[in-house]
């Protein structure tokens, strides 16, 4: 244990000399040799600055998560053109899913790698992934290296979605945590926003698109580019973050030559010891739900949804910037409410109200309701998405595992939810063609519904509980 508190106390002393602390972190390792995570962390709190510099650093990753993510939904028109697939649903599938295909890779490696080599050192991996991949999908000419670059970057994607709300989760102190977590969905839902307002800025006139023109040949080059700006960004500062406190007392833990039980577990454990068998249940449907809950296909295929409520593709473009500000703003209503109202009622709240929304949206889109108050709708549904599911999908993923599985189980849960997004995003385009806009988002209607009785009578409050307590009562 002391090696745990001499790391945290140098990498936080090398970067504010003057930091308090350090020197209590410093003085404890000399003082206390069997103090507890969760009491490091309570001292920890005593410099909040340092905590939200590490989990914002870290939540960069979330930042670029988002971004990544959807700025291929903007591009589309545009490289459909300069790659002759605007008549090719397979290949317009390929190009819009492929990077789906390498989160699941990343998420699948993630754990694993985290619990070996620790959580900085993938946080940087990641970094590295989302700048060449940025630069590479824009530079090339050859649609299949454009894939293989989108596929790159989706490994980030996997990556950084896994270990992000963990890393922060982790260094937080458990009374500010669900806010300091949510600060990760905040920054994705500024990545998306980022994205689509770049998407919006760059793409000139996109009535009229001639393949010589500007948006053909150059704009969804500039889309993709924009984003290695932030992603140069988080590879620079993710080298002045420490170490997760839990990684380092599992590693002090193996040097020591502690017991087996102390070491970090692998999926044979995982899915082989019946205590762990109910979270992780519990984990993987709450991460599948926040896809099949159906509000990522607004971001996805922004072009359908907009156009059958009767918009053309400059008004999309519109619509789709102001879901983003919406998405911003009710993150932030998130975070100010995570603490206050707990996680379980923010997950009831989301999975109900949605089920209202798409119930009504599919109705009109039934009765040929178009105009202003289907965006509305769309608004609403992305408000009341941006408030609950969204964000706390990833606090209780990051709160309800065992420390000694949490690397291997959070990176299974993501793995499962990519699986989500994948299944979401094969299946709406034709889902869409059988069923109709309206009949669709019946179907995620009643999948809202099915998952809030599940939460009435599974989901459980985590609010102001640290870890150590979690594990206990989560898996007796």
Same mark, same amino acid.
């Given at each position: 244990?002391?090696?745990?508190?001499?790391?945290?106390?140098?990498?936080?002393?090398?970067?504010?000399?003057?930091?308090?602390?350090?020197?209590?972190?410093?003085?404890?390792?000399?003082?206390?040799?069997?103090?507890?995570?969760?009491?490091?962390?309570?001292?920890?709190?005593?410099?909040?600055?340092?905590?939200?510099?590490?989990?914002?650093?870290?939540?960069?990753?979330?930042?670029?998560?988002?971004?990544?993510?959807?700025?291929?939904?903007?591009?589309?028109?545009?490289?459909?053109?300069?790659?002759?697939?605007?008549?090719?649903?397979?290949?317009?599938?390929?190009?819009?899913?492929?990077?789906?295909?390498?989160?699941?890779?990343?998420?699948?490696?993630?754990?694993?790698?985290?619990?070996?080599?620790?959580?900085?050192?993938?946080?940087?991996?990641?970094?590295?992934?989302?700048?060449?991949?940025?630069?590479?999908?824009?530079?090339?000419?050859?649609?299949?290296?454009?894939?293989?670059?989108?596929?790159?970057?989706?490994?980030?994607?996997?990556?950084?979605?896994?270990?992000?709300?963990?890393?922060?989760?982790?260094?937080?102190?458990?009374?500010?945590?669900?806010?300091?977590?949510?600060?990760?969905?905040?920054?994705?839902?500024?990545?998306?926003?980022?994205?689509?307002?770049?998407?919006?800025?760059?793409?000139?006139?996109?009535?009229?698109?001639?393949?010589?023109?500007?948006?053909?040949?150059?704009?969804?080059?500039?889309?993709?580019?924009?984003?290695?700006?932030?992603?140069?960004?988080?590879?620079?500062?993710?080298?002045?973050?420490?170490?997760?406190?839990?990684?380092?007392?599992?590693?002090?833990?193996?040097?020591?030559?502690?017991?087996?039980?102390?070491?970090?577990?692998?999926?044979?454990?995982?899915?082989?010891?019946?205590?762990?068998?109910?979270?992780?249940?519990?984990?993987?449907?709450?991460?599948?739900?926040?896809?099949?809950?159906?509000?990522?296909?607004?971001?996805?295929?922004?072009?359908?949804?907009?156009?059958?409520?009767? %918009?053309?593709?400059? &008004?999309?473009?519109?619509?789709?910037? +102001? @879901? =983003? $500000?919406?998405?911003?703003?009710?993150? /932030?209503? #998130?975070?100010?409410?995570?603490?206050?109202?707990?996680?379980?009622?923010?997950?009831?709240?989301?999975?109900?109200?949605?089920?209202?929304? %798409?119930?009504?949206? &599919?109705?009109?889109?039934?009765?040929? +309701? @178009? =105009? $202003?108050?289907?965006?509305?709708?769309? /608004?609403? #549904?992305?408000?009341?998405?941006?408030?609950?599911?969204?964000?706390?999908?990833?606090?209780?993923?990051?709160?309800?595992?065992?420390?000694?599985?949490?690397?291997?189980?959070?990176?299974?849960?993501?793995?499962?939810?990519?699986?989500?997004?994948?299944?979401?995003?094969?299946?709406?385009?034709?889902?869409?063609?059988?069923?109709?806009?309206?009949?669709?988002?019946?179907?995620?209607?009643?999948?809202?519904?099915?998952?809030?009785?599940?939460?009435?009578?599974?989901?459980?409050?985590?609010?102001?509980?640290?870890?150590?307590?979690?594990?206990?009562?989560?898996?007796?």
């Amino acid at each position: 244990m002391p090696v745990f508190y001499y790391e945290i106390a140098k990498k936080a002393v090398s970067l504010h000399p003057k930091l308090r602390i350090g020197n209590v972190i410093y003085n404890l390792t000399r003082q206390h040799n069997n103090t507890t995570t969760q009491q490091h962390l309570h001292i920890m709190k005593q410099s909040k600055g340092f905590i939200y510099f590490i989990c914002i650093v870290s939540a960069m990753g979330g930042l670029l998560f988002g971004y990544d993510w959807v700025v291929i939904g903007g591009a589309k028109p545009f490289y459909e053109l300069f790659f002759g697939i605007a008549d090719q649903p397979m290949m317009q599938g390929l190009a819009m899913s492929i990077a789906l295909v390498g989160c699941l890779i990343g998420a699948m490696v993630a754990g694993a790698l985290a619990d070996r080599y620790g959580r900085k050192p993938l946080l940087i991996v990641a970094a590295i992934l989302f700048l060449t991949s940025a630069l590479a999908t824009g530079y090339f000419d050859d649609f299949t290296m454009f894939n293989c670059a989108r596929l790159w970057g989706g490994i980030g994607i996997g990556v950084a979605s896994a270990l992000s709300p963990m890393y922060i989760a982790e260094v937080s102190p458990a009374e500010i945590r669900g806010k300091l977590v949510s600060v990760n969905q905040m920054t994705i839902v500024l990545g998306i926003l980022g994205a689509q307002i770049c998407n919006w800025l760059l793409a000139e006139d996109a009535t009229n698109l001639p393949l010589d023109s500007w948006n053909v040949q150059m704009g969804w080059r500039w889309m993709f580019w924009a984003e290695a700006v932030p992603a140069g960004l988080f590879l620079i500062l993710a080298f002045f973050i420490p170490e997760s406190p839990v990684y380092l007392q599992l590693k002090s833990d193996r040097e020591s030559g502690s017991t087996q039980q102390s070491n970090a577990a692998g999926l044979s454990e995982l899915f082989g010891n019946k205590r762990y068998h109910k979270v992780l249940l519990l984990g993987i449907i709450i991460a599948v739900f926040q896809q099949w809950c159906g509000t990522n296909v607004i971001f996805n295929y922004a072009q359908e949804i907009f156009q059958s409520a009767g %918009y053309d593709v400059n &008004g999309m473009f519109i619509n789709i910037v +102001v @879901t =983003g $500000i919406a998405n911003v703003i009710f993150t /932030v209503v #998130a975070m100010a409410t995570v603490e206050r109202l707990g996680r379980r009622t923010l997950m009831l709240i989301g999975s109900l109200g949605l089920g209202l929304i %798409y119930l009504t949206l &599919g109705t009109c889109y039934f009765l040929h +309701v @178009t =105009g $202003i108050g289907m965006i509305c709708l769309v /608004v609403a #549904a992305i408000s009341c998405y941006a408030m609950t599911l969204g964000p706390i999908t990833w606090v209780l993923l990051a709160e309800i595992f065992p420390n000694r599985v949490r690397g291997i189980a959070m990176a299974t849960c993501t793995f499962a939810l990519w699986v989500g997004s994948c299944t979401l995003t094969f299946f709406f385009p034709p889902m869409n063609e059988a069923l109709g806009t309206y009949g669709t988002f019946w179907i995620y209607s009643l999948i809202c519904f099915v998952c809030f009785v599940f939460f009435l009578r599974r989901c459980p409050e985590t609010k102001g509980k640290s870890l150590e307590e979690l594990e206990k009562e989560l898996t007796k």
